[in-house]
């Protein structure tokens, strides 16, 4: 009945899938907003909950690197003294884009990023990645850390909120598989 409402023409549409194929195409913020006339997220969240809990596969902790994929590794640093640092390192299978392992610096804050770079360099050798994706955020701090340890480290070209906009239609899609680490 909503969406009636807000389509009104929607009895005059040729394709009867249109609104599936929007859902899984479009961010929620702007499939609510363009079909539904409903603001953005619900409660200020970034993901639908249904969406993201569909896309978990329970019991996976940790995927072991394996010789048949191509990982990709993407790091969010911290100073040390508020947040923590965590990598995340994926891979894709066909379609599906498959995270295979997330670490954290670990402990609470205040901790030393640089132990952090060290650890992480670590775990992209385990899974032979040779560049890790980040942020903006010190870049050439960490540029030069992860250099040391023989690790590329390059600047996203997309903001954070580009990011959370490309991955919203894969993860509504079911494109993506999460592991099943609750933090």
């Not at 200020?44 to 329970?58: L, P, T, Y």
């Not at 100073?79 to 609470?108: E, M, P, W, Y």
């Not at 360099?121 to 030069?144: C, H, I, M, P």
């Amino acid at each position: 009945e909503e969406v009636a409402r807000a389509n009104p023409s929607m009895a005059s549409w040729a394709d009867k899938d249109y609104l599936a194929q929007q859902k899984k195409r479009l961010p929620s913020h702007k499939y609510r907003r363009l079909q539904f006339n409903l603001p953005g997220a619900p409660d200020g969240a970034a993901f639908s909950g249904e969406h993201v809990m569909a896309a978990i596969v329970e019991g996976r902790k940790v995927l072991p690197p394996a010789e048949a994929h191509r990982y990709v590794g993407f790091v969010d640093m911290s100073g040390g003294s508020n947040d923590d640092a965590v990598l995340g390192i994926a891979h894709k299978d066909g379609t599906r884009s498959v995270l295979d392992v997330v670490v954290s610096q670990s402990g609470s804050p205040p901790f030393n990023p640089r132990h952090a770079v060290a650890k992480f360099a670590g775990v992209l050798k385990e899974y032979k990645v040779s560049r890790v994706v980040g942020d903006a955020y010190a870049g050439q701090t960490f540029r030069a850390d992860f250099e040391s340890h023989g690790i590329r480290y390059e600047t996203s070209t997309r903001t954070k909120h580009e990011i959370y906009e490309a991955f919203e239609p894969l993860l509504t899609a079911s494109e993506v598989e999460l592991l099943d680490v609750p933090k």
